[in-house]
């Protein structure tokens, strides 16, 4: 079955840097997309960016460009987010998600989410 | 960016109750809207996808309508799994945007 597995939780401080991991199994990793998106404490959703795992191009929110860094390793079907600079307000849950293969821009199978708390 | 309204923001409601959520889009996105429901501590789930379509394993109680600008998910008689919070999406163009969420509680 389609799985999409996050790494822990994390705990950084300020001006650091956090890489969360969403490992895909159960399906083949290079023919779906890959999104991310965040969830501030109590917030709503927020659309960060996708990865296409086949050749590794991305495309990003303009409010993300210089703050996130999304890789994949096809080798172990895994996508990276790393998040720079971290700051207070960079505290949220981060979700991995699927793009639906029938129907583009649709998120069918999403990771647990990774908590990343900013704190110094 | 296109921005995505919904009402309410909060609803109470009880078990049989017919609900409505709507959606609006700041611009038209045709029928490129899909509608998520969300559990405290959980990812968000797929419900509807291109405004009207049920996702695989969804409740026939959920409907999705809607073309353009205005969007409405319907769940036509509510039961305890259902009291959770609803997102909508645009997918039409990037970014991807999502409404504020809608509530639903006792």
């Known amino acids: 079955q389609v799985q999409l597995v996050q790494s822990g939780a994390e705990v950084k401080k300020p001006g650091a840097s956090v890489k969360v991991s969403c490992k895909a199994s159960?399906?083949?990793?290079?023919?779906?997309?890959i999104h991310w998106v965040r969830q501030a404490p109590g917030q709503g959703l927020e659309w960060m960016g996708i990865?296409?795992?086949?050749?590794?191009?991305?495309t990003f929110a303009q409010k993300f460009h210089g703050k996130i860094t999304v890789t994949r390793d096809t080798s172990t079907s895994t996508v990276y987010m790393e998040l720079s600079s971290l700051v207070s307000d960079d505290t949220a849950v981060f979700y991995c998600?699927?793009?639906?293969?029938?129907?583009?821009?649709?998120?069918?199978?999403w990771g647990q989410g990774t908590l990343v708390t900013v704190s110094s | 960016d296109i921005q995505m309204t919904q009402s309410p923001s909060t609803l109470s409601a009880s078990v049989g109750d017919r609900v409505i959520i709507t959606c609006r889009a700041s611009?038209?996105?045709?029928?490129?809207l899909a509608w998520y429901q969300q559990n405290p501590g959980k990812a968000p789930k797929l419900l509807v996808y291109?405004?009207?379509n049920l996702e695989s394993g969804v409740p026939s109680r959920f409907s999705g309508s809607g073309s353009g600008t205005e969007f409405t998910l319907t769940i036509s008689s509510l039961q305890p799994d259902d009291f959770a919070t609803y997102y909508c999406?645009?997918?039409?163009?990037?970014?991807?945007?999502f409404g504020q969420g809608t509530k639903v509680d006792i």
């Open positions: 998600a699927r793009e639906s293969g029938s129907y583009r821009g649709i998120f069918d199978y």
């Open positions: 159960g399906y083949t990793f290079s023919a779906y997309y």
């Open positions: 990865l296409n795992p086949t050749d590794g191009s991305t």
């Open positions: 611009q038209s996105i045709s029928h490129w």
């Open positions: 291109m405004a009207s």
């Open positions: 999406q645009q997918y039409n163009t990037y970014p991807y945007t």
